[in-house]
C-alpha cells in the first residue's frame, strides 16, 4: 500500500506562484511514475503535469511553460511548481502514483489552490 500526502495548497492572487509537494511512502518510490491532477468544481478530473521513472515529463497545454513537475528519489517527494497562476487553475489538485511494476494506482487526499483577487 502507497500512502501519498499533498501539501502547499491556498490561496493566491492572480499572476502568483504556489508550490505542491506530495510525500510518498509505502513502497519503492523510485518504481513509481508520478503524477499530478486537478478536479474544479463541475468538472471532470483531469492530468495537469506527469513525470516518468526516467523524468520523462508531459503537461497539460493549458498549464505548459507556467508549470514545472520535479521529484526527488532521495526524499520520496513530487513537487510542482505552479507560476504565473491563473483564476481557472482553481482546483482541487492530487497526487497520483502508478507503480510501473504492477500497474497499481494510488491517490492522495488532495489539497486545495484557489486563484482569486
Known amino acids: 500500500q502507497v500512502q501519498l500526502v499533498e501539501s502547499g495548497g491556498g490561496l493566491v492572487q492572480p499572476g502568483g506562484s504556489l508550490r505542491l509537494s506530495c510525500a510518498a511512502s509505502?513502497?519503492?518510490?523510485?518504481?513509481?511514475?508520478m503524477g499530478w491532477y486537478r478536479q474544479a468544481p463541475g468538472k471532470l478530473r483531469e492530468l495537469v503535469a506527469r513525470?516518468?521513472?526516467?523524468?520523462?515529463?508531459n503537461y497539460a497545454d493549458s498549464v505548459k511553460g507556467r508549470f514545472t513537475i520535479s521529484r526527488d528519489n532521495a526524499e520520496n517527494t513530487v513537487s510542482l511548481r505552479m507560476n504565473s497562476l491563473k483564476p481557472e487553475d482553481t482546483a482541487v489538485y492530487y497526487c497520483?502514483?502508478?507503480?510501473?511494476?504492477?500497474?497499481?494506482?494510488?491517490w492522495g487526499q488532495g489539497t486545495q489552490v484557489t486563484v482569486s483577487s
Open positions: 513525470i516518468t521513472i526516467g523524468y520523462d515529463t
Open positions: 497520483n502514483a502508478q507503480d510501473v511494476r504492477y500497474g497499481y494506482n494510488y
Open positions: 509505502g513502497s519503492i518510490f523510485s518504481f513509481m511514475s
